[in-house]
């Protein structure tokens, strides 16, 4: 995780993955904590992957499920087209979030689900493990695209 370098101030969504991933190896997973510190960025999440893995202790902000990601839902399944086959319905909020949220970066390893003709792939690094080395990406959803955008609420 060396060439992990995010800006300061970042907001990372965590998608479940992550969660599951941690849960067990958090040593291995100190260097990306510590740079998430350095850079006084904001860990956040959204109800869906709460939900999904309910030992989300690291997250510092829910980011509320409101009429306007409901209303991105529609647009986003448009937008991925034939790329949304076997994409589960979790992802796809996700991909809400990022196009709502400008300033949003979303850090997971499930990468067939946020194809880069719509987002774009910001950061890959490695996290090696006894036997399998997991890669992770923060995605955006890419600039210049049309969408709502609003701030990051914080509490």
């Given at each position: 995780?060396?060439?992990?370098?995010?800006?300061?101030?970042?907001?990372?969504?965590?998608?479940?993955?992550?969660?599951?991933?941690?849960?067990?190896h958090e040593n291995k997973y100190a260097p990306f904590f510590?740079?998430?510190?350095?850079?006084?960025?904001?860990?956040?999440?959204?109800?869906?992957?709460?939900?999904?893995?309910?030992?989300?202790?690291?997250?510092?902000?829910?980011?509320?499920?409101?009429?306007?990601?409901?209303?991105?839902?529609?647009?986003?399944?448009?937008?991925?087209?034939?790329?949304?086959?076997?994409?589960?319905?979790?992802?796809?909020?996700?991909?809400?979030?990022?196009?709502?949220?400008?300033?949003?970066?979303?850090?997971?390893?499930?990468?067939?689900?946020?194809p880069q003709r719509i987002f774009t792939r910001n950061h890959?690094?490695n996290v090696e493990l006894a036997k399998e080395i997991r890669?992770?990406?923060?995605?955006?959803?890419?600039?210049?695209?049309?969408?709502?955008?609003?701030?990051?609420?914080?509490?």
């Amino acid at each position: 995780m060396e060439n992990f370098n995010l800006l300061k101030f970042s907001n990372i969504l965590l998608d479940t993955n992550f969660f599951i991933d941690v849960f067990g190896h958090e040593n291995k997973y100190a260097p990306f904590f510590q740079e998430i510190k350095r850079t006084e960025s904001t860990l956040v999440s959204i109800d869906f992957v709460r939900c999904e893995f309910i030992r989300s202790k690291t997250i510092e902000t829910l980011l509320p499920t409101d009429a306007s990601i409901h209303a991105l839902a529609q647009s986003t399944i448009e937008e991925y087209g034939v790329d949304s086959e076997g994409v589960d319905p979790v992802d796809l909020y996700l991909a809400c979030f990022l196009k709502r949220y400008k300033s949003l970066f979303l850090l997971t390893r499930n990468h067939q689900h946020f194809p880069q003709r719509i987002f774009t792939r910001n950061h890959i690094f490695n996290v090696e493990l006894a036997k399998e080395i997991r890669t992770y990406a923060l995605y955006q959803y890419k600039p210049g695209r049309l969408e709502i955008e609003a701030q990051i609420p914080t509490q």
